[in-house]
């Protein structure tokens, strides 16, 4: 794997852009460090202390997402777009079958299992519409100011993705929303239309946390109100039921002070739940300070001024243009909601931190993302 990235990196005919790769990589080398002290909690109580089996288990499925860069970054982007409907509806396809043959995780049927191995669809649904939007957009960039088609076409597709991830994760849901909309924006969508497009989308969280009293109460623990009938009041106030871990995770950033506790000293990590995950941020700016956060998060938005000012501006045709906003923006949002989380500033919503949380689909989609990125510099400097 390592002279495979020293190829692409230094191979003249591959001028891709240098600082996205190196980003990926220092991401995933912080990642790699974070899991391994954050995994010790869930290794005491599933592998009597067995730290490396999970260790592990994350650099499998981190060279994997590193693989899937390493190929999407080669394969020209326009041939893609050739099967990204298809790629779009197998998608879709597969969140219909997941709630009929998945398998439930902390309330919520959002996998398949084949054996030790485990696909979340939503995952590559979200890239999967990322790149049949773009096509679309540059379809009907002719008449896209017509309602009926080029705008009804596009929200179609939007919304159907949404509502079938949002069945299961609105939190995904609604972050892949803002993603398409901003994607519309960018191909000259009427800010009308978008406007439609945003109440369409509040009406249907709206009515999915009706139908979800658990998601419903972590909205109104977060805003300290009851608003919701189907809501139990003890529950929504209580600092160890939906407020336990925004909790922890706040005293996890008071410990941290300006510099931390030092790798692996981790207190919380025993308290927060699924800390190797979803509250990521929060063990490294326990155990790196204020500091390290800060670093951690210039990272994420040099990536967004490469992906943006970059790639985007210089890509050699409207598609390359779409899908670096497309692209970039996923992966920025993922990082923008779980840092907003760890700190209090928004509800808490499960996203997993793109490269250094502990996870598996979500990783391989990334890396499927960053792949794209890098191939669209390639196009552009090879023109």
């Known amino acids: 794997m390592a002279n495979q990235f020293r190829s692409i990196v230094l191979r003249a005919q591959n ?22 002290s954050a995994i010790a909690f869930l290794a005491e109580v599933r592998a009597d202390g067995d ?5 592990w288990r994350h650099l499998l499925r981190l060279g994997v997402a590193l693989t899937a860069l390493v190929i999407f970054s080669r394969i020209d982007y326009h041939h893609l777009a050739r099967w ?25 049927t959002r996998a398949f299992q084949f054996s030790i191995v485990s696909f979340q669809p939503s995952d590559l649904a979200k890239v999967a519409a990322v790149l049949y939007i ?67 989308g509040l009406a249907c969280a709206f009515l999915m946390l009706l139908a979800s009293p658990n998601r419903a109460e972590r909205i109104e623990s977060y805003l300290g109100v009851k608003i919701f009938p189907n809501t139990e009041e003890v529950d929504v106030f209580s600092l160890q039921s939906e ?21 692996g000293k981790s207190v919380q990590r025993d308290f927060l739940p699924a800390p190797y995950n979803d509250f990521i941020f929060a063990i490294i700016t326990e155990e ?13 938005m040099l990536f967004l001024f490469r992906g943006f000012l970059r790639i ?4 050699s045709d409207p598609l390359g243009l779409f899908l670096a906003v497309g692209c970039t923006t ?13 700190v209090g500033i928004l509800p808490v919503t499960g996203l997993p931190l793109p490269l250094v949380s502990y996870g598996g689909t979500s990783m391989v989609a990334t890396g499927m993302a960053i792949g794209i990125l890098l191939n669209i510099s390639i196009q552009a400097e090879r023109q």
Request: net charge positive; hydrophobic share 55%.
């Open 15 to 36: 001028p891709m852009d240098k600082y996205v790769l190196w980003i990926a990589l220092a991401l995933s080398a912080i990642g790699v460090m974070a899991v391994y």
């Open 51 to 55: 730290t490396e089996q999970y260790l």
């Open 84 to 108: 990204s409907k298809l790629f779009l509806v197998a998608s879709l396809l597969s969140l219909v079958l997941v709630r009929i043959f998945g398998v439930s995780y902390g309330g919520a």
């Open 134 to 200: 773009s096509v679309l957009l540059v379809r009907k960039q002719d008449y896209i100011s017509s309602f009926s088609k080029a705008v009804l076409p596009i929200l179609f597709w939007v919304f159907i993705t949404v509502i079938l991830i949002g069945l299961e994760d609105l939190s995904t849901a609604l972050l892949v929303l803002i993603t398409l909309l901003l994607l519309a924006f960018v191909g000259r969508v009427s800010l009308k239309y978008l406007g439609l497009g945003c109440l369409t």
């Open 243 to 263: 407020g336990y871990q925004a909790h922890q995770a706040q005293i996890a950033l008071a410990m941290g002070g300006w510099t931390g506790r030092g790798p």
């Open 288 to 300: 790196y300070g204020l500091i390290g956060s800060l670093v951690l998060l210039g990272l994420f």
């Open 312 to 315: 985007a501006r210089h890509a």
């Open 330 to 342: 996923l992966l920025f949002l993922y990082s923008l909601i779980h840092a907003g989380v760890s």
